[in-house]
DNA sequence: GTACGGGTAGTGTCAGCGGGACGATGGGCG
DNA sequence: CGCCCATCGTCCCGCTGACACTACCCGTAC
């Protein structure tokens, strides 16, 4: 099975990936993060939608765009079609932090990149993006592409 | 930078990993899996080898303990030579459950696995394992070989 | 040897924050 | 009016740090 030496090695990959999180958000939850990653990643959302995507309940939600805002990462904005619902955009700061925050993660990176082999470096990124693509393309069966 | 097309490609490795760990472990929180980890990784620590590891605090990593024994998921041990010191083991039932969240890993992997084509199975494990290989080697600068 | 003191491992207690859930409430849409 | 979105009050639990405390090891002095 391939998989079993991916799972070991996909660890250091991860390693990194969480070293750069918690030198560049130190004061972050996981939940607070996760949040604001999916705040960025479709801006104008609204609660509803934020708290199906992080899997708690709507007041939960709530409770941590409470926190959120007071924090100056996000801002409630009136739903201007509805006013029932709001639509929640990241700040500046917050903008700015999830910049970091990437740029900490690619620096960590590059850096373990930098003592691969030229080779080794172009396998990864030929075979992490073929997983990548196979990953996101239908989570289910084979049924992949039939056009 | 080659960096940036990982970083994208990693967050489906990522992915991967999260949805795993939800659907094997649904009641257990992220630091007391991390404690378990650990625990497995390194059986028989004591508690300020544990504490160092989740970097928190000695009396939080005892409370810590104190519900993974009351979950039955780890054993407390008094130390036979420095009988200050506790030893921490898991139990049958813990280790059953980290071998099942690796399993449900492997599955998941194997899955994306299979919607790749045989070439870019071949560099992903080619990349990732020199990947590791590169990470867990000197973090710091290229002295790699120099025997 | 016994007694004492310093250092170390772990626990107990207290307080606070973050987070999840349920229900009730208010505001807006159709 | 009925329905939906969001908020708020309330409750409970897990995690964390700070501090005091006990239990234990060890070196030293009597």
């Known amino acids: 099975m391939r998989a079993a030496a991916l799972d070991d090695a996909a660890q250091a990959l991860l390693a990194t990936w969480e070293s750069a999180r918690e030198g560049s958000t130190p004061r972050l939850s996981a939940a607070q993060l996760s949040a604001l990653i999916v705040v960025g990643k479709d801006e104008g959302i609204n609660l509803r939608t934020l708290a199906g995507r992080l899997r708690m309940i709507l007041s939960s939600a709530s409770r941590l765009?409470?926190?959120?805002?007071?924090?100056?990462?996000?801002?409630?904005?009136?739903?201007r079609v509805d006013r029932r619902e709001i639509a929640l955009f990241l700040t500046p700061y917050s903008r700015q932090l999830l910049e970091e925050l990437r740029?900490?993660?690619?620096?960590?990176?590059?850096?373990?990149?930098?003592r691969m082999s030229p080779a080794g470096r172009a396998a990864l990124v030929r075979g992490l993006t073929e997983f990548a693509h196979a990953a996101?393309?239908?989570?289910?069966?084979?049924?992949?592409?039939t056009a």
């Open 103 to 114: 740029a900490s993660r690619l620096a960590m990176l590059g850096a373990v990149l930098d």
């Open 65 to 79: 765009c409470d926190r959120l805002v007071a924090a100056g990462l996000v801002e409630r904005v009136p739903g």
């Open 136 to 145: 996101t393309g239908q989570p289910a069966d084979a049924a992949v592409r």
